[in-house]
Structures are given as C-alpha cells and as structure tokens.
C-alpha cells in the first residue's frame, strides 16, 4: 500500500505542476470587491391614506381596467400564454 501512495503523491504533484506552468501565460485580473452594509432596505411606513384618496385612487383604476365583473372586481385572463404552446 505504501508503494501506491508514493505513486499518487507523485502524480499529484506532477498535475499541480503541469497546472502552474499552464496557468503562467494566462493574463493577470484585477478584482474589485464591493462591500454593503445595509440590509433589507425599506421605506418606512408613513399614515395610512384618507378614504376619499383611496375611492378616488379605485374609481381611476377601474375607469382604465381592460375588463370588470358585475361587482366592480378586475377580470383578467388567467395563464393564456400556457395554452399557447
């Protein structure tokens, strides 16, 4: 078993060494590393929006959705692009 281990310790070094000489002609790379500190960045929670802000906010959206149902629900077409293929 020693015998075995002296012939892979020489192969390795002859693999690590046929490795450097090939890696010598490959051009140098300058890295840049960027460091952040903050995490899971979010705006702060202000005050919640009046009432009539958000009627008004509702009534433009729905006047510009492409389709509504009877109760003034958005109706919208569900994974078309699946029965496509």
Not at 75 to 80: F, H, L, P, S
């Amino acid at each position: 078993m020693a015998e075995r281990e002296k012939e892979v310790g020489h192969s390795s070094k002859e693999i690590v060494e046929s490795f450097a000489c090939a890696a010598e002609g490959l051009p140098k790379l300058k890295e840049t590393y960027y460091n952040q500190e903050t995490y899971n960045v979010a705006r702060p929670d202000g005050e919640p929006s009046r009432e009539e802000e958000r009627t008004e906010f509702r009534k433009r959206f729905i006047s510009i959705m492409p389709g509504v149902d009877e109760k003034g629900n958005l109706r919208v077409e569900v994974a078309k692009w699946v029965e496509e293929r």
